[in-house]
């Protein structure tokens, strides 16, 4: 028989969102939402420093690959890579609702190289937007039905890369400037210092998982999800995030998959 995993917010937001469960994901994201400042505060301790060690640069000249080159089986990072390109600092092709103004990154790693003994429970970044000069942390999701990736997941995983982000803004600005110069059409000041107003978060799937997961949530069958989400998002906005759900418009039948656009679509 499975028991509860604790909520410890000394651990930090990156190692919480491996400990939440299915079945008691209302019990444990209101007792996230309980202690969010603190798990904000212990996550940004414990957030990796970025140096020249990490040889990873923003931009396609990075190794980044496009969805030409890719197989529809690499999942997540093929839909990664198709929004990427939708939306790089290029002139974007379709209006992306707000959420961001343009994607300058994807697959952006949060952790120093040697391995994965070194990653201390930080992974990748999924895609790095930028609007108004701001960065905007976007996690994505594909599966629809798997026990570890429901919303809740996404949204910490989020919160958590936001706070690593922030801790390395010194070195990212330059990168992020350089790219930005590059391309004259795009019009953005890039501050060397991050403002006091919220950083933005993404919640990004398509469709059919917020389908899914809008059903779960109204299904009866686990108690109290919606009203902990609620409490979960609210956490995270007092704890200066500003938190976004985004609905990707695929092209229907298509295969591979095509992005068309994206809809900012109220919580849950």
């Not at 309980?34 to 990873?56: D, L, M, Y």
Request: charged content about 25%; overall charge positive.
């Amino acid at each position: 028989m499975h028991t509860m995993n604790t909520v410890d917010p000394c651990q930090g937001l990156h190692i919480i969102k491996n400990k939440l469960q299915l079945k008691y994901l209302a019990v444990q994201a209101e007792m996230l939402a309980g202690c969010f400042q603190k798990a904000v505060e212990s996550t940004r301790k414990q957030a990796p420093s970025r140096s020249r060690k990490q040889g990873f640069k923003l931009g396609r000249a990075a190794g980044r690959k496009s969805p030409a080159v890719m197989r529809q089986a690499d999942g997540e990072r093929y839909l990664e890579a198709c929004v990427f390109d939708k939306w790089f600092l290029d002139p974007p092709t379709a209006k992306a609702a707000e959420l961001w103004d343009h994607i300058v990154g994807y697959q952006f790693p949060l952790y120093e190289k040697g391995g994965k003994g070194n990653k201390k429970g930080w992974d990748k970044l999924d895609l790095l937007g930028i609007r108004d000069g701001l960065p905007v942390v976007i996690e994505l999701k594909r599966a629809k039905g798997k026990e570890s990736e429901t919303p809740f997941r996404a949204l910490v995983e989020a919160i958590a890369n936001a706070v690593a982000l922030q801790k390395i803004w010194k070195e990212v600005h330059p990168e992020l400037l350089e790219l930005v110069g590059r391309n004259p059409g795009v019009h953005a000041t890039i501050p060397v210092k991050l403002p006091p107003a919220p950083i933005s978060v993404v919640v990004l799937a398509p469709s059919p998982y917020w389908h899914y997961w809008r059903t779960r949530f109204d299904d009866g069958k686990l108690r109290g999800l919606r009203p902990a989400w609620l409490k979960l998002i609210k956490a995270a906005k007092d704890a200066g995030y500003r938190v976004s759900m985004g609905s990707l418009v695929m092209e229907s039948d298509a295969r591979p998959p095509i992005v068309r656009g994206v809809e900012q679509i109220p919580a849950l």
